[in-house]
């Protein structure tokens, strides 16, 4: 099927931050999971770059009130691997003819990346209307968005890469961006020392910002 669009925009809207999460530990799912959730960032995009990915979706999936999903998905593979770990929806990093093909037998909504507005008005043509934008700041920020909302006003768009705090503002100010995409609410240190209140606190900073 076509991008389920009520279903997508009823995700991405729930908060204005998904936290793009690259886990290996899956002893930490759980914790990680209820700080952010906790901290007003329900919706969890966890990267299928890590070997124990797939347990931590379904470790995160356990946690009340969260909304997990899978990103970094390429493939019909990781499609299933993705429903049957507990996901809600899907992430890819980019809008392969042959991805959009295989998400059209997944129940679960895809939100494939872009990165030019070909690649957008493609992906239109198949019935998405929300779509990642990535890398957002390699390929210019901010700044390429607000253009692509005139010619393209009827494609909402989630930016991810390269995004901090004070960049994720500018984003939420735009017209056509409904959440943004970051990692900066899950430092490297306080993972590894398992400082989870920090998270939690960060994520309470994030889903404060609005544009």
């Known amino acids: 099927m076509p ?12 908060a204005p931050v998904v936290p793009v999460i690259i886990l290996d530990d899956v002893a930490q799912a759980r914790p990680l999971a209820e700080a952010l ?3 007003g960032l329900p919706v969890l995009e966890v990267t299928l770059r890590t070997p124990n990915a797939l347990k931590v979706m379904e470790e995160m999936a356990k946690v009340t009130g969260a909304i997990v999903g899978s990103g970094t998905v ?3 593979g990781h499609m299933k691997a993705s429903v049957d770990a507990g996901c809600r929806f899907m992430v ?5 003819p042959r991805l959009l093909d295989a998400a059209d037998d997944v129940a679960i909504p895809l939100l494939p990346g872009i990165g030019t507005p070909t690649e957008a008005m493609a992906a239109a043509e198949r019935g998405y209307s929300f779509l990642k934008f990535f890398p957002a700041e ?18 909402t768009f989630c930016p991810t890469g390269g995004i901090d705090a004070e960049k994720a503002k500018t984003y939420l100010s735009l017209p056509n ?7 900066w609410i899950m430092p490297a240190d306080a993972l590894a020392g398992g400082d989870f209140a920090r998270i939690e606190a960060l994520a309470q900073e994030a889903s404060a910002l609005r544009g």
């Open 3 to 14: 991008q389920d669009a009520n279903a997508i925009r009823s995700i991405l809207s729930l």
């Open 177 to 183: 961006v409904i959440c943004v995409g970051g990692s």
């Open 92 to 96: 890819s990093p980019g809008a392969s």
């Open 74 to 76: 390429r493939n019909a």
């Open 138 to 155: 390699a390929l210019g920020g901010a700044p390429v968005l607000k253009a692509f909302a005139s010619p393209l006003p009827d494609i």
């Open 37 to 39: 959730v906790a901290g």
